[in-house]
Structure formats: structure tokens, C-alpha cells
């Protein structure tokens, strides 16, 4: 009994000019996406090395009291009051939640329970125009740019015996960039590490 083109099977040749199809409109998806073709983008040759080339770049490191050493893996950072138009909010309350729920968001499998540390908050008095009345509560508002950073350590937290252990550590800081804060800078040498930190591998 004679078969449809659907069912008879593909020869070796309809196969590849189907995966050709596949590939070709992979990468025209992938065009869509990142606006170049990285086969033609500009190369430069390292010669011959001697050390892997994707081993960790140099990065942020913290030097706790105890010897730890603590290294920056992922960095996420935003304008805590982006958005906000006008006014104040009366506390601070609701930009600790959304740090803390925009780490678990980003890292699930490590935000779960961010360590948060204790920022400097300002204070001030404020009138929105000269004769007008202050704002009815005082001014409190957190430094300006959140971080959320990932803090990695070659030496494991101790439930087991994996290559890495890491903590997802939050803290805001008034400009873009690694912290130099001496207060958050102290704060991170003082984090309970074997308390916050769970397991990983690289």
C-alpha cells in the first residue's frame, strides 16, 4: 500500500536539509535577539596559554577575622527610588522588603535567606517650597543604590563536602560600583558565614 510523504521515513539527505533548516533558522532567531553574527564579530588571539582561559576574572574579595576569604561572583544593583516622583516614603520598611524579595527572585536557590547588612540611613527636614509646611514625619531614606551580591568562599559551610559554599549578602551603598564603605566593608568581614551560607558547587 503506497505511503504519504508524511509517513514514508526520511532519507539521509532530507534529513540534513532539515536539520540545515533547524540551524539556519536558529541562528536567524538568534540575529533577532543580539543584532550580530558572532562568527564574523572581531577576534583577538591570545597565542598559546598555559592557564585555563575561563577561570574567574579578578574580582571584589573580603578577608574575614576568621581567615575566610570571601569573593564576588554576581553583582546586581538598582536605584532604590526609581520611580518615586515626588514625596518620601514615611519608612524605609518597604525598600528592605523589596530588596530582600527581589535577592530571592534572582537567586532561588541561594536568596532564600539573604543576609541584610545594617546600612546608615539619612535623616533631614525638608519643605517642598519656601512658606509651605514640612513633610508631616521626618525624613528618613536609605543610601541610594542597592546591591545584592552573591560572596562565594573555596572552603564549604560545614553540612557537607562540596567544592564551594556561597551567601547572597545585601547592602546599599550611594553609587554604582564594588563597596568601599568602611562600614560595609566590616560588615562583611562579620558575617556569620557557617550560619548564612549553604553549599556549592563552581
Given at each position: ?78 536605584f532604590v527610588y526609581q520611580g518615586t516622583l515626588c514625596g518620601v516614603p514615611p519608612t524605609p520598611e518597604g ?46 531614606w536609605l543610601p541610594k543604590i542597592c546591591t545584592i551580591a552573591v560572596l562565594d568562599s573555596t ?48
Open positions: 500500500m503506497p505511503t504519504s510523504n508524511d509517513e514514508r521515513p526520511q532519507t539521509r539527505f532530507e534529513r540534513a536539509q532539515a536539520e540545515v533548516r533547524r540551524f539556519q533558522e536558529e541562528q536567524d532567531r538568534f540575529l533577532g535577539m543580539v543584532g550580530f553574527d558572532w562568527r564574523s564579530s572581531p577576534r583577538m588571539d591570545h597565542g598559546e596559554i598555559l592557564t585555563h582561559p575561563l577561570n574567574r576574572p579578578a574580582s571584589m574579595q573580603v578577608t574575614q577575622r576568621d581567615g575566610r576569604v570571601l569573593t564576588l561572583s554576581e553583582l546586581h544593583q538598582y525598600d528592605l522588603v523589596t530588596a530582600v524579595k527581589t535577592a530571592q527572585r534572582l537567586f532561588p536557590t541561594l536568596g532564600q535567606r539573604p543576609v541584610v547588612l545594617e546600612p546608615t540611613f539619612h535623616t533631614a527636614t525638608f519643605e517642598t517650597q519656601p512658606g509651605r509646611k514640612p513633610f508631616p514625619y521626618p525624613l528618613i572552603a564549604p559551610a560545614p553540612t557537607s563536602t562540596p567544592l564551594y559554599s556561597s551567601a547572597v549578602v545585601i547592602w546599599f551603598q550611594e553609587s554604582y560600583g564594588m563597596a568601599t564603605d568602611p562600614q560595609i566593608l566590616e560588615q562583611l568581614r562579620d558575617i556569620e558565614w557557617d550560619r548564612h551560607a549553604v553549599d556549592t558547587t563552581p
